[in-house]
């Protein structure tokens, strides 16, 4: 069975998280990605947080799967010339460098169109034109400039950053459908372009819902679903920090089960939907709420959120929450329990879906990845181990017709 991406090669000079998120992903999905990295050096992540001395850490191996590294020092006259040579041979070169880097390295766009008018160009940045468009970036300086920080956290605490890499591994995703789409365009008009995927855009994008409630915000006042409705507390000008209420329609919070004093993650997602509200009322014992003026709708119950939450903890708390959670749904009451990074990483489902893989490597042993998140029937995943440095090279020079002496030669002179 061929892979969705068979015969596509890409050229990928990614390094950290968000570039390498995506050519990933493309690997996975069947394409050629040669990581192209420094020689002597390589991508910086290899030697980031590491757990075993000397050895590719996690870090990079988890973001490198299916992949194949060549070493080339593309400041080098020799290397450049073996670069120009990857360019006539790729579809897609991909890179996340600070703004900048490709025209230093002397390969802008006008350069590689000359060299293979068919190639798709496709860059992570910071930041799209504007003020800050010179500016390097990292995750979390992506977060705060996207709209999540501002809006994540509960409204008498600072900013928070989230887990999920909603910065990087966000953009990488969005890059990915833009390269494409792009190779789609291609198969029509026969020509590359150029794929932008700025880091605040990406994150403003996922908080779409926030910018919704800004625009909700201006013309209110207030909104009858956050927290901050109707204590009293004053809703300033910007869409405040909500806690853990639910984005949508269905107010939702996340409440204590079972053993919460110990275990800093018993606690269960609980929304209380409006179409099972007879039911909810029924499991906490509180049946009166069925037909009471003040509960019994949804526009009654925003302004006693608290107490309804409230209620539905003093049930879940003589719960674990995988009890709560199959009691909960045998009515068809959306809830969800918080999963620990160590029960992800046990769970058998997971597992059988591939989207938790065990991979082997030739200096760390085995080690646990997230495989492909995305699952298409006729292009499965099989998830590789990440290169080692260099690992490729010689078999890509070769590839691209370069004899045994140039090899050696450019092994001589440290090019490679
Ligand atoms: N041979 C020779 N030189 C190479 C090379 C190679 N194979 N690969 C890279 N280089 C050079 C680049 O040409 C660049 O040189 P110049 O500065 O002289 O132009 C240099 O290495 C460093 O590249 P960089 O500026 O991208 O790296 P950095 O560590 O200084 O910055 C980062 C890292 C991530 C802040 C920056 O790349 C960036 O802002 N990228 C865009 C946004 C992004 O992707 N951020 C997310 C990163 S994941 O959290």
């Known amino acids: 069975m061929g892979k969705a991406l068979d015969g596509i090669r890409i050229l990928d000079f990614t ?10 992903l493309l690997a996975w999905f069947g394409a050629d990605v040669i990581k192209v990295e420094r020689a002597g050096a390589g991508d910086i992540t290899r030697e980031q947080l590491r757990d075993i001395p000397d050895v590719d850490s996690l870090y990079f191996t988890m973001l ?6 060549i070493t080339l020092d593309t400041k080098n006259p020799q290397g450049k010339a073996v670069l120009e040579r990857l360019i006539r041979h790729c579809d897609v070169l991909v890179e996340n ?6 025209d230093r390295m002397g390969f802008g766009w006008e350069r590689i169109q000359a060299l293979n008018p068919r190639m798709i160009v496709a860059s992570v940045k ?3 034109p504007g003020p800050y468009e010179d500016c390097k970036v990292y995750e979390n300086v992506a977060q705060c400039a996207g709209g999540a920080a501002s809006t994540t956290g509960f409204d ?3 900013p928070l950053v989230t887990g999920a890499q909603i910065g990087d591994s966000g953009t990488g995703l969005h890059l990915a459908l833009g390269i494409l789409c792009a190779l789609y365009q291609r198969n029509r008009t026969g020509r590359g372009q150029k794929v932008l995927a700025a880091m605040q855009d990406g994150v403003l994008n996922l908080c779409r819902v926030k910018l919704r409630d ?18 009293g507390k004053k809703f300033g000008s910007a869409v405040p920090r909500a806690g853990n209420a639910s984005g949508g329609g269905q107010p939702g919070w996340i ?4 053993g919460w004093e110990e275990d800093p993650n018993a606690y269960l997602y609980f929304i209380a939907q409006a179409p099972v509200w007879k039911e909810i009322c029924q499991i906490i014992g509180r049946p009166d709420w069925i037909t009471d003026p003040d509960y019994a709708t949804p526009n009654a119950r925003l302004p006693r959120l608290k107490s309804v939450f409230a209620a539905v903890e003093a049930w879940t708390m003589t719960k674990t929450k995988f009890e709560a959670m199959a009691e909960l749904n045998q009515h068809e009451i959306p ?7 160590e029960e992800l990483a046990a769970e058998p489902s997971l597992r059988a879906t591939g989207t938790i893989v065990e991979v082997d490597h030739p200096t760390r042993g085995r080690y646990l990845s997230v495989g492909n998140p995305i699952k298409l029937s006729d292009s499965p995943t099989e998830v590789t181990r990440s290169p080692l440095l260099g690992e490729h090279t010689r078999q890509v020079l070769a590839e691209l017709g370069l004899s045994e002496s140039e090899i050696v030669a450019l092994e001589g002179a440290k090019v490679i």
């Open 15 to 24: 390094h950290v998280q968000s570039g390498p998120t995506c050519t990933q």
């Open 64 to 69: 490198n799967h299916n992949k194949r590294s």
């Open 97 to 102: 460098f600070a703004p900048g880097a490709l």
């Open 126 to 128: 910071g930041f799209g």
């Open 156 to 158: 008498d605490g600072p």
């Open 214 to 231: 800004q625009q909700r915000l201006a013309r209110h006042g207030f909104m009858k679903e956050y927290p901050q409705y109707p204590e």
């Open 255 to 258: 409440i204590k089960c079972k």
């Open 335 to 341: 809830c969800g329990p918080i999963l620990s990074m």
